[in-house]
């Protein structure tokens, strides 16, 4: 069922930052917008990413040590560790084993580490303390990165043989583990549909009969939702809600109505689409390179927070998609559509949970 009726924000053209997976739902509704609907990303920044964390369970580990998310003023992942940064200077490390309670089930069959199918993707891993490594995928990343260091946003240098190496092992790590666990699904009748090869050509005839019902059993009830919100932006009647950290619905289905099934990044993902490719460890990409930001502080050198300005300032897109911390609950993840570079900054920072991204782009009436 074709769909060109989903209520959105005026912004022509919007940046977004996201997981994963957050950039494949991104990428098929690009590609599948008849159907879900135009959702005006045009340019898709991709985070690193091993694993996201519940935010529930994070709260809850951390109140074992009598720690208060409120008293957290920065979150990193290094080393080994989670460690939280407390007022008055007080550091606190919790062993990424410890943490792995906290891991969203949806992480575990994840196959993509560095965001295979954005404009770029960024993260620390490969780089020296303070700066960022930058994979640059299509030409209007190209020209993205390229610009924002002639305007004296960013500096970039050549990523060494070493940085290199240690990416392809994370990347080969996450790929061999979660395959596991992906094999491991399959077996007991749990189907990971977006691993499963789909040739493009029968991709719309496999989902043409799926609806939100479907999405729940394929997906949701088995742990298999990201919860990045693509279903709730898909849908064209704003009948499906995120509660409870989950979606929902609370009305029918039109008649012949899939769009939710296709947005999804987690039921079937057509080969061209997919980051399924065991022997590739970061998907297609032009050049991978070092950088860091010139005029902005950040973590892991601000490169993220950088491009975003720029692309902001020389209006190269309108409003930029990013995640902020809920005011009331610290840490708490909560994006948002700004076309303030001010917000952007505010924004900066990793926040290690799950959010429903595409939610912000939503206009309920």
Not at 109 to 123: A, L, Q
Request: aromatic share 8%; hydrophobic share 35%.
């Amino acid at each position: 069922m074709s769909n060109n009726s989903v209520k959105q924000e005026s912004a022509e053209k919007v940046a977004m930052v996201g997981t994963p997976c957050q950039i494949t739902a991104s990428t098929l509704m690009n590609e599948y917008s008849d159907y879900t609907g135009k959702h005006n990303v045009d340019l898709k920044i991709g985070l690193f990413c091993m694993e996201n964390f519940s935010y529930n369970y994070l709260k809850e580990l951390l109140k074992e040590y009598e720690i208060d998310l409120k008293d957290v003023k920065e979150c990193r992942i290094e080393k080994g560790f989670m460690w939280f940064y407390l007022a008055e200077n007080q550091v606190f490390k919790i062993s990424l084993d410890e943490a792995k309670r906290c891991i969203r089930k949806s992480c575990e069959i994840c196959m993509d580490f560095t965001s295979e199918k954005s404009d770029i993707s960024v993260g620390s891993v490969g780089s020296p303390e303070g700066w960022s490594t930058i994979i640059i995928r299509s030409e209007k990343g190209r020209n993205l990165v390229d610009n924002a260091e002639k305007k004296g946003y960013i500096k970039t240098k050549p990523v060494t043989d070493k940085g290199l190496k240690l990416m392809e092992r994370l990347a080969f790590e996450k790929k061999s583990e979660n395959l596991s666990e992906i094999k491991k699904r399959e077996n007991v009748s749990r189907p990971v549909l977006y691993w499963r090869v789909m040739p493009s050509e029968n991709y719309l005839d496999e989902v043409s009969d799926s609806q939100f019902i479907d999405l729940k059993g394929d997906v949701i009830d088995i742990g298999g939702c990201v919860l990045c919100g693509a279903c709730l932006l898909a849908c064209p009647e704003d009948i499906v809600k995120i509660k409870d950290r989950k979606p929902e619905i609370s009305g029918e289905c039109p008649p012949g109505c899939n769009a939710c099934y296709v947005a999804c990044p987690r039921t079937y993902v057509p080969e061209n689409i997919s980051s399924r490719g065991e022997k590739s460890p970061f998907g297609d990409y032009i050049k991978i390179i070092s950088a860091k930001a010139s005029i902005i502080h950040g973590q892991d050198g601000g490169v993220v927070t950088a491009l975003l300005s720029y692309a902001l300032a020389d209006k190269v897109v309108d409003e930029a998609l990013v995640v902020d911390k809920n005011i009331e609950e610290p840490w708490k993840p909560e994006a948002k559509l700004t076309r303030n570079v001010e917000d952007v900054v505010k924004a900066a920072g990793t926040k290690y949970s799950a959010c429903p991204i595409f939610k912000a782009m939503k206009k309920i009436e």
